[in-house]
């Protein structure tokens, strides 16, 4: 059969926009796949960078910047932001299946938030719950059954098992220290309600433009308040980590949705890794492990405050919001662009990936069970190791891949049996819409580029 070559005509069927290729022979509807290879390749960088971060590498005084090892062992320390890759992600995953659904003939004009939820629910919360029972046998075995109880028992995990525990400050990392995400997670669907009533009244742009805001209000906000309060019998703090912080990322998500879809105008600017990168440069100088050194000033902000302080009249408050503003931006501009980028790329090469990115698709595709189970693993190797969360060279060199392969093998085992059963409950299969149209969940005919 001769390969296919697409003309860039599309047809629209039950709202899904199809390209269609013509065979010698045949017709055949390239149809958007339900999967996007590229975000399982995203997700699965994000989850590694995290678990690469976790590993025992340093010490809390991990030495001068003199020395070779501190610039060897400081790119690990921005492991951490996977978390807002993984935010922006999010956003993109949920809006995008509400968009189908809204494209779909028989869908409702309005969100049906109970089945929402209860897909939601199913699809994360018994696999989340497993492993906190995981967590909790791990740390029995680590330490001891009293020590547990004492410590998680009751309040620690009644507020994991209610997603709360990122709201307090004496629980927030406890037990399960990434599950604080989970917690963000949940709060940023509930606010996911104001997002779509923006939309409504706008446009994805506006709640943009609002989300922003609203997270740089409350950047400034924490400056202010104390970290612990108390609301009656409650204590919350933890403000850092409460869903406000990343409202603005997972809108940026939902925002590459609309791109994705054709629901808004794709800028150049929005796909162009060459934006990515400069955003991640501005964050990697402004960091904690290097700004001081070069500079000695705590930030970019603070050395901005200290020439301005001396040459203008501009108050130092200004400065400060200005540079938390910018920070703000540039945390989630390189995961929107990023995603922009590869999304629409293979929608519209279609292209298979090489085997060393399938590779990193595959950890993605697992890569919720991974986040849950890899510090619970790590606890367990270095209790039956001999490494004991020493850090000297040699043991940090054997620990990463050994350790590595524990977590994969482990959270492959996890997603096996227990996540897997949740992912696909509540889904409906859909007929085919007509003779010859390939749905959404069928196969996709890789082509050339268009």
């Known amino acids: ?109 309005t969100v049906r938030w109970r089945a929402f939820w209860k897909r939601r629910f199913v699809r994360l919360y018994p696999t989340y719950v497993a492993a906190l029972a995981f967590t909790l046998g791990v740390w029995c075995y680590v330490i001891n059954l009293d020590y547990v109880k004492a410590q998680f028992l009751p309040a620690d995990l009644l507020q994991h098992l209610t997603m709360t525990h990122n709201l307090t400050p004496d629980h927030p990392l406890t037990l399960n220290g990434p599950a604080w995400t989970l917690g ?84 150049p600017w929005m796909s162009r890794p060459r934006i990515a990168v400069a955003a991640i440069l501005l964050t990697t100088i402004d960091h904690p492990f290097v700004w001081p050194h070069l500079t000695g000033h705590d930030t970019i902000g603070a050395s901005v405050l200290a020439w301005t302080h001396t040459t203008s009249r501009v108050p130092s408050e200004i400065i400060g919001w200005v540079h938390g503003g910018i920070l703000i931006v540039a945390s989630a501009v390189p995961w929107f662009v990023l995603i922009n980028h590869f999304a629409t790329r293979e929608r519209v090469a279609g292209r298979s990936l090489r085997i060393p990115v399938r590779a990193v698709a595959w950890v993605g595709m697992i890569s919720y069970s991974l986040y849950l189970t890899h510090v619970p693993v790590i606890q367990a190797f270095e209790r039956l190791s001999d490494f004991t969360y020493r850090t000297d060279p040699g043991r940090v060199l054997w620990r990463y891949p050994l350790t590595l392969a524990c977590m994969l093998l482990v959270g492959w085992l996890f997603f096996t049996l227990i996540e897997r059963r949740f992912l696909f409950s509540g889904q409906k299969r859909r007929a085919p819409a007509s003779a010859g149209l390939i749905e959404a969940e069928g196969p996709v005919v890789r082509s050339r580029p268009l």
């Open 1 to 109: 059969m001769d390969r296919p070559i697409v003309t860039r005509r599309a047809v629209a069927v039950r709202g899904l926009r199809f390209v269609r290729c013509r065979f010698v022979d045949c017709d055949v509807v390239l149809a958007r796949p339900s999967r996007l290879q590229s975000i399982d390749v995203l997700r699965g960088a994000a989850v590694l960078a995290v678990m690469i971060l976790h590993i025992p590498h340093r010490e809390p005084n991990w030495g001068e910047p003199t020395t070779l090892r501190y610039w060897l062992m400081l790119p690990i320390e921005y492991g951490g932001y996977g978390v807002m890759l993984f935010i922006v992600i999010s956003g993109f995953c949920i809006h995008s299946s509400r968009l189908a659904q809204e494209a779909s003939a028989d869908s409702p004009s």
């Open 184 to 267: 963000v997670e949940e709060q940023l669907y509930l606010m996911y309600m104001a997002v779509l009533w923006f939309r409504r009244r706008g446009s994805m742009k506006s709640a943009v433009v609002v989300t922003f805001l609203v997270t740089l209000g409350w950047t400034i906000l924490l400056e202010f308040v104390p970290d612990v309060w108390t609301v009656g019998p409650v204590k919350l703090g933890s403000l850092n980590l409460w869903p406000f912080s990343f409202w603005f990322g997972w809108v940026l998500g939902a925002l590459a949705a609309e791109i994705y879809h054709g629901r808004a105008r794709l800028a």
